[in-house]
C-alpha cells in the first residue's frame, strides 16, 4: 500500500508542497501509531514504518519523523522516537531518496485524560485589568451614565426608605419611593486598592422626584416630593465579592456623599412622616446605590463574567454556557479574577468527552490594558462536543463523499515555538471505487475585534492541510483537493463560530485595540489596550 501526500496551502511541520512534475517518491509506509491515535499519557512515542526505492531504484537517503532522524535497517524497516506533549500533534513522516523524490505520511495523536461532557473547567477563564484600564473604564462610565436609565436602575430598591412598617403598614409608618432621577452630568473614577476600587463619583444637578406613602394614627396618605442639589459627590472603595452565578457583586464601604446645594420640595407630608423618613436620606442613599448599580455590568462585562445562566445559538444548536467567579484579587497595580466555566451543547451530553490537558496558572501581564488567559480545555470541551453531534462533518461539493471526523478537533501548543494552533485530526473522506482519504489540518488562532470594537473574538487563520492517500490512488489524480480545502474551510467558519461565544472582556464606551493573542501553559493568552 502506498502513502503519497498532496500540502495544500501551507506545509505542515516542516514538509514541503509537491507542484508540477515531481521524481517518482520512494514507497512508503508508516505502520505504527495508527491513525486517530488517543492516549491517557504524554512521553516517548515510537514511530515505525516500512521504506524502499521506487521503480526506477534510486536509494533510499534518509527518513525523518517531526524533524528526528528515523534508523533505517537493511530490510527497509524504519524507527523513530518522538516526544508526545499532552493535546493534539501531527506526526509528520517524510522519506527521501538520492534522485530528490519525497513521500510524506501525516497523521494525529492525541493524548490527555478523557473527562465527561459538561465537566466544570477549573480556572476556565483568567483576566487581569491594569490600574490604567480602570481608569479609563471609569471614564466611560461617566460618559454612559447620563443616557442610563436610573429610574429602572434604581426601581427594584423602592421604597427606598421606609420605617414603621417592618411587620407591614401599620397606624404610623412612612415609605419614599423614587420615580424619576435625571442628571445633567456625571465623572466616575475608578482606582484600584488593596481589597477593591476606590470609587470617586460626581453627578451634576441631580433631581429626584418621588412620592411618599404613610401614615398618621392610622390615617392614610400619599404626597410627591422632589429633592435636588447642585451635585452629589460620592467616595468609598468598591468590595467586590463572588455572587456564584450571578457574576461579581459589589458593596460600597463607608460611602460618603456631599451634596451641596440640596433642595426638598415635600407639600404635604407630615411633620411626623418626615422625622420618620428624613427625605434627605433619600438622595443619600440613591446618589451611591446608582452609581454602584450602574458600575457592577460594566466590570462584570470587563471581567468576562457574565451574569447568570446563558442560553446561546451555535450552528442552530443551543449552548448552554456557565461562568462562575473562583477568586478576585486587587492591588494598587489592577484587579484579577478567575473563572470556573461549564458548557453543553444541547443534545451532546451521551458524547464520549473530551481530552482534558492540565493547565498552569496562567501568566497575564496587562501592561496599561486588560490581559486573559482562556484554558483550551475550555475550547477542547466544545469541540469535542459538536464533533459528537457530526456539526463538522461535511459534504464535500460536487461529489457524493463526505469529510469526516474520526477524532475531536484540539487546540494545542506547536512544540517547536509555543504558539497555539488548532487540529483537525485524521479526518477521512471515503472516495468509494477511488478508495480512502485522511486528512489533516492545521490551523492558527488570531484575535479580532467584534462588536464596533467594544470586544474580542478569536478567529482561526488559513488552514495548512496535509492530504493522505490511503490506497494506491494519488492524491493528485483524485482531483479533490479543492473540494477538500473549500469544505476544511467551511469547517473552520463553524468553529470560528462557536468560539465567538466564549465571553471575551467587552466594554461599553471604550475600544479594545492592538489585541495579540500567544499561547503559554495551556492557555490561550490575549493582550489588548484600551482607547
Known sequence: MRHLALLV?????????????????????????????????????????????????????????????????????????????????????????????????????????????????????????SAPAFTQIGRAAGQLIKSADLK???????????????????CLYGQAFVDNITITDARISLAPVAGGLQLSATLDHPDITGHARYAVSCVNGQSNFEIKATSASISG??????????????????????LPGLDITAT???????????????????APTAARLFVTPLLNDALGTLTGPQKLPVLGQTLDLQVTPSAVAFTPSGGDVMLDMKL?????????????TPNGAPALEPGGGLALGIADDLANEALAQLAAKGLLNLQLPGTTAQLRLTSPPMISADPADGKLRLILPD?????????RMAVNAQISLALQPADGGTSLAIELGTP?????????????????????????????????????????????????????????????????TLK
Open 9 to 129: 496551502a501551507f506545509p505542515v511541520v516542516g514538509s514541503a508542497c509537491i507542484v508540477g512534475e515531481q521524481p517518482d517518491p520512494p514507497l512508503l509506509r508508516v505502520t505504527s501509531p495508527q491513525r486517530s491515535l488517543i492516549q491517557d499519557h504524554t512521553g516517548p512515542l515510537v514511530v515505525t514504518g516500512t521504506v524502499a526505492p521506487n521503480p526506477t531504484g534510486a536509494a533510499v537517503d534518509r527518513v525523518t519523523v517531526n524533524d528526528t532522524r528515523a534508523t533505517i535497517q537493511s530490510d527497509g524497516t524504519f524507527t523513530a522516537t518522538i516526544d508526545l506533549p499532552a493535546g493534539a500533534t501531527l506526526i509528520h513522516t517524510v522519506a527521501t531518496d538520492a534522485a530528490g523524490g519525497i513521500a510524506t505520511d501525516t497523521r494525529s495523536a492525541l493524548a490527555g485524560e478523557r473527562r465527561a461532557p459538561g465537566s466544570s473547567i477549573q480556572n476556565a477563564i483568567a483576566a487581569s485589568i
Open 152 to 170: 429602572a436602575l434604581i426601581a427594584p430598591l423602592n421604597p427606598v426608605v421606609h420605617a414603621g412598617d417592618e411587620a407591614g403598614p401599620d
Open 237 to 258: 472603595v468598591l468590595a467586590l465579592s463572588i455572587n456564584g452565578a450571578s457574576g461579581l457583586s459589589t458593596q460600597l464601604l463607608s460611602p460618603a456623599v456631599q
Open 268 to 286: 404635604g407630608i407630615p411633620g411626623a412622616i418626615l422625622d420618620l423618613i428624613p427625605l434627605e436620606k433619600v438622595i443619600q442613599l440613591v
Open 344 to 356: 453543553m451543547i444541547e443534545g451532546a451530553e451521551h458524547s464520549p468527552g473530551f481530552l482534558f
Open 427 to 435: 479526518m477521512m473522506v471515503m472516495l468509494g471505487a477511488k478508495g
Open 464 to 528: 495548512a492541510i496535509a492530504l493522505d492517500s490511503l490506497d494506491d490512488v494519488p492524491v493528485a489524480d483524485s482531483g479533490l483537493a479543492p473540494a477538500i480545502q473549500t469544505t476544511t474551510n467551511d469547517q473552520r467558519g463553524s468553529i470560528t463560530d462557536l468560539l465567538k461565544n466564549i465571553p471575551l472582556p467587552k466594554v461599553g464606551g471604550l475600544t479594545l485595540a492592538d489585541p495579540s493573542v500567544t499561547g503559554g501553559r495551556g492557555y490561550v493568552l490575549v493582550k489588548t
